[in-house]
């Protein structure tokens, strides 16, 4: 096939982009050979043109869907007026999206950062904060196996997978490790030095894994006994995106202290950390600090975002459209052979297949869908939650086709 120029020239694009990285970028980060530019709703656009229903966004991210109207207007207002001030001043926006977190999630304080990571370092000092007034022998924190926290080093040190932490060892000590199938394990693990138990109510990362019930009760218990401090991490599980709130309390969960990024932005970089009065009451003037975090722009997207989730419907419409989207998958799974399990609530969802997952993500980007892979066998979706029934028909099929072609051995 001839190539006309147009096209030459999008592969010129393509190959000098994927050059300029190989040569100057760190190498952290095995990419997809596709270039998005581009991007209208739950859809994607690469340089080419190809058009991409994105089933991912942005790793959660992008929660609004893309270029989202009225999100783009208030950044751009916001853009207009002031971007930054630092913390060294007040500004009218912070104090407001503290307020909308705290009614949303009971936890009546918020501090500002700029990733989910960064909310979980915040957890980790302001829970040793507390201790170190109380009782500073409680250093230790309690953790999850295939829990995923970030890669800070702290964050890290709280973080499952070996291949992560290895190479930078030593990380914080005293960190003990619980299967989340084993409610005993975690009620012998938490003692009266535990400062914190670390958990995600959904472990996303780890093959999207809701926590049980049973578990959540022995956490809670656990607490109780010891008076050890709870981190839920609701990074990717929080804001709406299981068609709850936030998972912990379909969980039965009262945590002190909750970690939140990724969604809350709809594509700006912010993270927060939510406490009780008490774990609150403990930080003084100058104890943690950074230079973006809650800077206006950031917070004047956050806002918006939480009146779409909280005031406009937003939440509602993902409790349904998630609902829809759980008996599609379920349909999917009695239909092919390959799927172990789906699990997830709202608009997170893992498939677990029997094989690696890696052939079905690949068949999907050839059909112009995003989706990723995740613990090995899980295909992981995590939608806009904005996402249409059409939109989501749409992605079904594409997955049922995909799941077909390899049961018999087909590509197209
Ligand atoms: C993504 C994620 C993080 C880390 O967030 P970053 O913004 O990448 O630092 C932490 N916890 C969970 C549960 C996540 O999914």
Not at 8 to 26: F, G, V
Not at 241 to 265: C, E, H, I, M, N
Not at 343 to 353: A, F, M, N, Q, V
Request: glycine fraction near 10%.
């Amino acid at each position: 096939m001839e190539l006309n120029n147009g096209q030459k020239d999008n592969m010129n694009r393509s190959a000098e982009t994927q050059s300029l990285e190989s040569r100057h970028l760190i190498p952290t980060y095995k990419r997809i050979p596709v270039i998005l530019e581009r991007g209208e709703g739950a859809f994607v656009y690469d340089v080419e043109g190809k058009e991409y229903l994105d089933l991912i966004s942005g790793i959660g991210v992008v929660s609004l869907g893309h270029a989202h109207p009225g999100l783009t207007k208030a950044i751009k207002e916001q853009t207009q007026t002031l971007l930054h001030c630092s913390n060294l001043f007040y500004h009218p926006l912070q104090g407001k999206l503290a307020e909308k977190l705290a009614i949303f999630s009971g936890l009546p304080r918020a501090f500002f950062c700029n990733s989910g990571t960064e909310a979980i370092e915040a957890c980790l000092k302001f829970a040793r904060r507390y201790w170190h007034s109380q009782d500073p022998s409680r250093t230790g924190f309690v953790a999850l196996e295939h829990s995923f926290h970030g890669r800070t080093m702290g964050s890290l040190s709280v973080t499952w997978e070996e291949h992560y932490r290895t190479p930078f060892a030593p990380l914080i000590p005293d960190v003990s490790w619980v299967s989340p199938n084993d409610p005993e394990a975690l009620q012998n693990a938490v003692t009266e030095t535990t400062a914190g138990i670390v958990l995600e109510p959904i472990q996303g990362e780890g093959g999207v894994r809701p926590l049980t019930a049973n578990f959540a009760a022995a956490v809670q218990e656990a607490c109780k006994k010891t008076g050890a401090l709870l981190i839920t991490d609701e990074v990717q599980s929080g804001l709406g995106r299981t068609g709850q709130p936030f998972y912990f309390s379909k969980l039965g969960l009262d945590p002190q202290l909750v970690a939140l990024g990724k969604a809350l932005g709809g594509g700006i970089p912010i993270g927060a950390t939510l406490a009780s009065e008490e774990v609150a009451q403990a930080v003084e003037f100058g104890d943690h600090g950074t230079t973006y975090g809650g800077n206006l722009l950031a917070c004047r997207a956050a806002l918006f975002f939480l009146e779409e989730l909280m005031e406009h419907g937003l939440l509602s419409q993902i409790e349904q459209q998630g609902a829809y989207l759980a008996r599609r998958l379920n349909t999917l799974a009695n239909k092919h052979t390959s799927i172990i399990e789906v699990r997830g609530s709202g608009l997170i969802w893992g498939i677990e297949l029997r094989n690696d997952a890696t052939p079905v993500v690949e068949g999907a980007l050839r059909h112009g869908m995003l989706i990723n892979r995740t613990d090995g066998t899980v295909v992981r979706l995590l939608p806009p939650l904005t996402i249409t029934e059409a939109e989501i028909d749409q992605g079904l099929e594409i997955l049922d086709m995909v799941l077909t072609e390899l049961d018999t051995g087909v590509s197209a």
